[in-house]
């Protein structure tokens, strides 16, 4: 049994006004495909004006990573990266649980790798190109142009933690728990935990009590340290509050928004110094966007600016 934490941090359920409908047994209810690819893994669809829902869909294997996954979860976001429809995009897990992490199962060409007969050289060589690609497919959230608001719901294990770490803005319900898993299992994680969740909660001490016990963290301890900045009694209210916040993203300026999420990512790995050189550089171009008049006369004017896609 999952242990249920509720904490002073716990955000009450949202009403806002309009809004799609949600069920409370599914997500099903939250859109319809609207001209994107069908992807075996995950369910993409379309949630209100520009905004993109990407759910992981195995809930019938607690939504674990098979390679089939590994590969669709970077085409998807290279491919929503690239739409200029898609202003802002909420991933979130189907059923019980976000994600039970590594398909074990499902291992097998990593397997055949290991236990070949080749050369040592050769069979590194292949697994570099492994892990490589498995490392793209979760930094196409990072790279994404837009927001990636990401909705954690029960568990959150192993794979999922460095997955979560690539969005922009993270979500939880009371009862989500957190596990860098990997350690239980004979290996280091290679996927982007242990680079990302030491800069995104800064504290060095915490990382590496979770990475070497692969112990739980609660959704309490989780908003405390900023993993998560937000907390919510069930899964609806959650997606309710980021389908709302994706839709305040959705009409601000592509160009800006877009711009923004880049500055922040390129600033948090250069010094302040060449993050301002490059952000001048930027807005030398950029500034002359239509998007920037059209911000100022609706400000001006009081009205909501309507933007060209990007």
């Known amino acids: 049994m999952f242990r249920h934490i509720v904490s002073s941090q716990v955000v009450p359920r949202l009403r806002y006004g309009v809004r799609p409908v949600i069920s409370s047994s599914s997500t099903a209810g939250l859109g319809t495909i609207t001209g994107q690819r069908m992807y075996d893994t995950l369910a993409v669809s379309t949630v209100g004006p520009h905004v993109t829902h990407v759910e992981i869909n195995r809930p019938e294997k607690r939504n674990a990573m098979n390679n089939t996954f590994w590969?669709?979860?970077g085409e998807c976001f290279n491919e929503l990266s690239d739409d200029t429809t898609c202003r802002a995009i909420i991933l979130s897990g189907a059923g019980k649980v976000?994600?039970?992490?590594?398909d074990l199962s499902d291992m097998k060409g990593l397997a055949e790798v290991v236990q070949g007969e080749d050369d040592i050289a050769r069979k590194c060589r292949t697994m570099y190109k492994l892990v490589r690609e498995y490392q793209a497919s979760f930094t196409s959230l990072e790279k994404c142009r837009k927001p990636v608001i990401c909705c954690i719901h029960s568990a959150c294990v192993g794979a999922g933690s460095s997955l979560i770490c690539s969005a922009d803005i993270r979500y939880c319900t009371s009862d989500a728990y957190f596990q860098v898993k990997e350690v239980d299992i004979g290996l280091a994680a290679d996927v982007g935990a242990l680079q990302r969740l030491p800069r995104i909660i800064g504290n060095e001490s915490l990382v590496r009590e979770l990475a070497f016990t692969g112990r739980e963290m609660y959704a309490d301890e989780a908003a405390?340290?900023?993993?998560?900045?937000?907390?919510?009694?069930?899964?609806?209210?959650?997606?309710e509050a980021a389908i709302h916040i994706a839709q305040q993203i959705a009409e601000k300026s592509p160009v800006a928004v877009q711009g923004?999420?880049?500055h922040l990512n390129y600033s948090r790995d250069h010094s302040v110094d060449d993050a301002l050189e490059?952000?001048?550089?930027?807005?030398?171009?950029?500034?002359?966007?239509?998007?920037?008049?059209?911000?100022?006369?609706a400000h001006i004017g009081k009205t909501k600016a309507e933007f060209s896609d990007y």
């Open 98 to 102: 976000f994600t039970a992490g590594l």
């Open 224 to 239: 405390k340290n900023g993993l998560v900045s937000r907390v919510f009694p069930d899964k609806q209210s959650m997606l």
């Open 260 to 262: 923004t999420k880049l």
């Open 71 to 73: 590969r669709e979860i």
């Open 278 to 297: 490059y952000q001048a550089t930027w807005n030398m171009s950029l500034l002359q966007s239509e998007d920037l008049a059209k911000s100022a006369m």
